[in-house]
């Protein structure tokens, strides 16, 4: 079981970046994947997730702005951010579990990948 994430970088607030994580080992389709992430200083959290049934959950400090989503055929999952701000720089990471009762509560997963870092400047 795998998961590489891509796509971080340095944008300027109001920007957009689309965060891939590329999978193998396992379907995507069939756990809930998820997007976290780690500020320099502060707990990882919850960003956004999806389940195998299609349903998505997001942390409120994203919800209009990111959207999570998956590419089956590509066994890849997504997160694309919009109108990103300041407090969007940190490491973000894409993680698997399987019946995850709390889709943005880091502790449920049980495989991740090395991260991203994603970097928004003012």
């Known amino acids: 079981v795998q998961l590489v994430e891509s796509g971080g970088g340095s944008v300027q607030a109001g920007g957009s970046l689309r965060l891939s994580c590329a999978a193998s080992g396992y379907a995507v389709s069939s756990y809930c994947m998820g997007w976290l992430r780690q500020a320099p200083g502060k707990e990882r959290e919850g960003v956004a997730s999806t389940d195998s049934d299609g349903s998505t959950t997001y942390a409120d400090s994203v919800k209009g702005r990111f959207t999570i989503f998956k590419d089956n055929a590509k066994n890849t999952l997504y997160l694309q951010m919009n109108s990103l701000t300041p407090e969007d720089t940190a490491m973000y990471y894409c993680?698997?579990?399987?019946?995850?009762?709390?889709?943005?509560?880091?502790?449920?997963?049980?495989?991740w990948g090395q991260g991203t870092q994603v970097t928004v400047s003012s």
């Open positions: 993680a698997a579990g399987y019946r995850v009762p709390e889709p943005l509560d880091q502790r449920h997963y049980t495989s």
